[in-house]
């Protein structure tokens, strides 16, 4: 059931839900895929935001039919809910130093994950970008956990000017990095943390169609022998050395050395 709906930002809304079983086994970059009334074929699979008693919230940006009516749906409007699914980050050891890297959206897992560094211990750094300050999310939230969250923007209308990669310049490397946003951002994450040897988790976002992992229309490559791959062995003649894996089933969240990117 739906307990409460916000809009955040221009398009941006919050959705909470009563689910007590979801909220009380919920990890971050965990997600639920949402079948709401009305003609849809296929559920909705949107992250988890946050998770407090027994409501959870997502948080999404309105971008097409289904979307749509989750935003403008009247609290108490009843919807079913399969969650949660996927997989979560490594949290490091006591005092180790984390640096959390979001643009826009990828935001979402980060509430979860934060709230879980802090219990642990783990010194965390949270550096949240976007085009423009009107299209920033999140940070009041991730604050208000007593997480120090550093604000840029691509025009500078909030923080510092620029990306969250010119952020990462101005600190020491991190015994680990997080980071959830969009897919040329993590390429460029991903490859910078690789080539420096450091620790890095993504949580991907693909378009998912069963969420059950029984579509294969969700997937990425990655290196031949990653734990999240198919397994299959190659076919006879086959000249691809890389794998595919499942997004929806075998992620949301994966190694950074594991993803092979197409440039």
């Known amino acids: 059931m739906i307990t409460r709906r916000e809009c955040v930002a221009p398009g941006f809304w919050c959705v909470g839900f009563r689910a007590p079983r979801i909220a009380g086994a919920v990890r971050a970059a965990q997600y639920v895929a949402i079948d709401q009334p009305g003609r849809f074929a296929v559920r909705l699979p949107l992250g988890i935001w946050t998770a407090e008693g027994d409501e959870i919230t997502v948080l999404f940006r309105e971008w097409g039919e289904r979307t749509a009516q989750l935003a403008h749906s009247d609290i108490g409007t009843a919807v079913d809910l399969i969650g949660p699914l996927g997989n979560d980050f490594t949290i490091p050891a006591r005092g180790a130093r984390a640096t959390i890297v979001a643009g826009g959206l990828g935001v979402v ?84 943390c690789v080539a420096a040897n450091m620790p890095c988790e993504i949580s991907m976002e693909e378009t998912f169609g069963c969420s059950m992992g029984t579509c294969w229309g969700c997937v990425v490559p990655v290196r031949r022998g990653a734990k999240q791959g198919s397994g299959y062995p190659k076919a006879h003649a086959e000249s691809r050395d890389f794998d595919y894996s499942r997004v929806c089933f075998d992620g949301t969240v994966y190694a950074a050395a594991d993803l092979v990117w197409s440039a």
């Open 109 to 192: 897992p980060f509430w979860l994950l934060g709230k879980r560094l802090l219990a642990a211990d783990v010194q965390t750094r949270v550096v949240l970008g976007a085009r423009t300050a009107a299209l920033l999310v999140g940070a009041a939230e991730l604050r208000a956990l007593g997480l120090n969250v550093e604000l840029c923007t691509d025009d500078g209308t909030a923080g510092t000017r620029g990306s969250v990669l010119d952020a990462l310049d101005s600190e020491p490397p991190a015994d680990i990095v997080y980071g959830c946003g969009p897919p040329n951002m993590l390429r460029a994450l991903s490859k910078r």
